[in-house]
């Protein structure tokens, strides 16, 4: 069996209170060309806990790569952003910013906290299919992930 048989699957972690986008993602990836693992939180204090492996998340998988809802409940996606990278175990992980806002102000405060990248959703079913599968195309494919993914 050759090393790039043997690779283990990239872990994403999706951070998104909207089930419905939680769904589309899901089934995107899942017909797509990449060997994903889709976690899902609900909310940025979930995630923090995911991340950190804490509460019901002991022995969760450090993800890959994360795909970030600004507009989430509990702790938003700007507060989430704020602790990941503040936190030295966690601040590599590629966080993409997947959000509704096309806010300037949101632009430019999640490049401030060192998001990878900003994309905002669109509202047509069609163009969020390919938003998804560039995602998948771009950070899964192409782009070399920390941990040698």
Same mark, same amino acid.
Request: net charge negative; proline share 5%; glycine share 6%.
């Given at each position: 069996?050759?090393?790039? &048989? &043997? ?7 999706l951070?998104?209170d ?6 589309? $993602? ?5 017909? !797509?060309?990449?060997?994903?693992l889709? %976690? ?14 804490? !509460?019901? %998340? ?11 809802? /600004? ?5 938003? !996606? &700007? ?10 175990? /966690? ?21 401030? &906290? %060192?998001?990878?990248?900003? $994309?905002? *959703? ?18 899964l494919? $192409?782009? *070399?992930?920390?941990? !040698? *993914?």
């Amino acid at each position: 069996m050759t090393a790039e &048989m &043997m690779k283990r699957p990239v872990e994403i972690l999706l951070v998104e209170d909207n089930p419905g986008d939680v769904r589309l $993602i899901r089934e995107i990836l899942r017909e !797509g060309k990449s060997d994903c693992l889709l %976690h899902t939180c609900e909310d940025g204090e979930e995630a923090l806990a995911f991340l950190r492996c804490e !509460g019901r %998340h002991v022995g969760a998988v450090s993800p890959d790569i994360i795909l970030l809802d /600004l507009n989430l409940p509990r702790k938003d !996606g &700007m507060g989430l952003l704020f602790a990941i990278k503040s936190d030295d175990r /966690l601040k590599r992980i590629p966080v993409v910013v997947l959000t509704s806002s096309e806010a300037e102000r949101d632009i430019l405060a999640a490049y401030d &906290m %060192h998001a990878n990248c900003y $994309i905002a *959703k669109p509202a047509n079913l069609e163009q969020f299919i390919e938003i998804i599968r560039a995602i998948e195309n771009f950070w899964l494919a $192409i782009v *070399k992930l920390p941990g !040698g *993914k």
